[in-house]
């Protein structure tokens, strides 16, 4: 019994454990983390997945990661967003969501890929009205409906 109580203590002890030291968030950059946070958790499936997770196991704000830029040149700061975490991994890959910025909100573009790590820069080059970007060292075009890689 005793074994079975410090089994159980142990565990709930480092399920409650933080790891590494809090690190300070603009107030726009935890919007943005929101925003992805509310984009992905988007079922009740997803929800309790996440809430049945360890805490220490569950995705931190670190693993939102977040590249803006003005995608369409309106002057307004899009982003392109991942969640790096094992939660979202399908077969060692990523999802990608590019948002576009309208009036009052962002637009999501539709069917983007997949992707091994979240190393983003968007190119010089235009194509459609949007701003080429560089993803994981392979070159993505916007063909009007959303981007796809050039081969």
Known sequence: MRTLFASIAALLLLSCATAGTARQYSEHEVY???????LVVDTRKDH?????????????????KIFEADLNGDGRQDF?????????????????????KDDYS???LPDTPRIPYFDVKALP??????????IAGKVYKFDGTTYKEVN
């Open 32 to 38: 943005l983390r929101d925003y992805i946070w509310r």
């Open 125 to 134: 080059q235009i194509t459609n009205d949007y701003h080429d970007i560089l």
């Open 80 to 100: 392109i967003a991942s969640t790096y975490h094992y939660l979202f991994s399908d077969n060692k890959t990523y999802p990608l969501y590019v948002m576009i």
């Open 106 to 108: 962002y637009t999501m």
């Open 48 to 64: 309790d997945r996440i809430l049945l997770t360890p805490q220490n196991l569950r995705p931190e704000p670190e693993d939102f």
